[in-house]
């Protein structure tokens, strides 16, 4: 396995977990939000609502696997690849740092 900074990667992911977090707490925030009670309005923000919930989803997604990525750290298995246990290349790691497959096994 090549030698890797797992420390910087650690901090990579720390600082997108926790802006993740806060953009969630916002999408709720607004979810929870009283309605108009006018219905071209209510109509509109329903369709606010559907955007804020796939932004929502998206982001529990990338953030289980920050959190995967985070205990791979833990474990010593931070930048191999899932699939065919390869190192991950580090210019991937540091485009997508919860990357879990080689750039090879991306794309196929």
Known sequence: MMTID???FE????ER???LADR???YEDSLDQ???SNTSERALEQENDEVLEGLG???LTEL???DAALHKIEDGTY???VNCEEDIAPERLELVPHAAVCANCARG
């Open 11 to 14: 901090k990579l992911l720390q």
């Open 64 to 66: 289980r696997m920050i």
């Open 79 to 81: 930048g191999m690849c």
């Open 34 to 36: 009283k309605r108009s």
């Open 57 to 59: 989803e998206t982001g």
């Open 17 to 19: 977990r926790a802006y």
């Open 24 to 26: 969630l707490q916002k």
């Open 6 to 8: 797992v420390s910087h």
